[in-house]
């Protein structure tokens, strides 16, 4: 299946998006990651506010649009079935992604925005396979190391609380028009997503299994 999740910053999309991969056999495309992976890339030639994707980031700003629009359509042209969690983010990017593939699943998390900072500035993520941790909802085993590869667990530049506060503000701005545009489509479906991560993903699943 072809999947878009949608959700603001610590709704759980990228937690919710492994047990997608696990249990579909899809490819998790994610903006997040593939923007972390190339922090320092130079593109300073491109003219605009900042020189790599990571001064954006760490501000909690979003980068241009041109910059991650590529990132997407490369990795959708390779994929059969996918997740793709972090784009599109304001309404440029929507109308790009309409372009590029169809969809079989819109599912937006909604979580409010308490619960989104006290997820956000708990988490831990590991610094080898980025996978998601959390100092109280989501341990690992064993203390400060990453169950599935071992790494250290640390925490995000963007996790600090100005920039989580910056990053809920620019969704508010731009995101949550996005979620409005899709919401009248017949594969939308929101998700409770302040329940327990185990009820947030029984929901998704059946939402998902409906469209099979
Ligand atoms: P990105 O990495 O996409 O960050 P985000 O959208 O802010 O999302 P997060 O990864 O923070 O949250 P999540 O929803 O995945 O939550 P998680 O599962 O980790 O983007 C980072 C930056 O890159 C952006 O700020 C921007 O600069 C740039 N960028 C990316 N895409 C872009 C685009 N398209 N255009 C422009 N710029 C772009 O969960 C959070 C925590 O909560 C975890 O600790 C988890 O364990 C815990 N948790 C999850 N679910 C539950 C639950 N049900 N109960 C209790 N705890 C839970
Ligand atoms: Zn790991």
Redesign the pocket.
């Known amino acids: 299946p072809k999947i878009l999740l949608l959700?603001?910053?610590?709704?759980?999309?990228?937690?919710?998006?492994s047990n997608l991969v696990s249990e579909f056999g899809i490819e998790h495309v994610?903006?997040?990651?593939a923007?972390?992976s190339n922090k320092g890339m130079d593109i300073s030639d491109l003219g605009l506010e900042y020189d790599t994707?990571g001064e954006?980031?760490d501000r909690?700003?979003?980068?241009?649009?041109e910059v991650?629009t590529a990132i997407?359509e490369e990795a959708l042209t390779s994929a059969d079935g996918f997740v793709l969690?972090?784009?599109?983010?304001?309404l440029e990017?929507a109308e790009e992604l309409e372009t590029m593939t169809d969809l079989d699943v819109i599912a937006s998390?909604s979580v409010g925005e308490e619960e989104l900072v006290d997820?956000?500035t708990?988490?831990?993520?590991c610094s080898d396979c980025g996978e998601?941790?959390?100092v109280e909802?989501?341990q690992p085993d064993a203390d400060g190391v990453c169950d599935e590869c071992g790494g250290e667990l640390i925490q995000?530049e963007?996790?600090q609380e100005e920039a989580v506060r910056n990053?809920l503000d620019?969704f508010a701005e731009n995101t949550e028009p996005v979620i409005e545009y899709y919401s009248d489509r017949e594969a939308f479906v929101e998700i409770d997503?302040?329940?327990?991560?185990d009820?947030?993903w029984a929901d998704l699943k059946d939402a998902v299994e409906d469209e099979l």
């Open positions: 959700g603001p910053p610590g709704a759980g999309k990228g937690t919710q998006s994610t903006t997040g990651d923007l972390r994707p954006y980031m909690g700003e979003l980068v241009p649009d991650v997407v969690d972090g784009y599109p983010r304001n990017q998390l997820r956000l708990g988490r831990r993520v998601n941790y959390h909802f989501d995000r963007d996790d990053r620019v997503g302040e329940q327990s991560l009820a947030v």
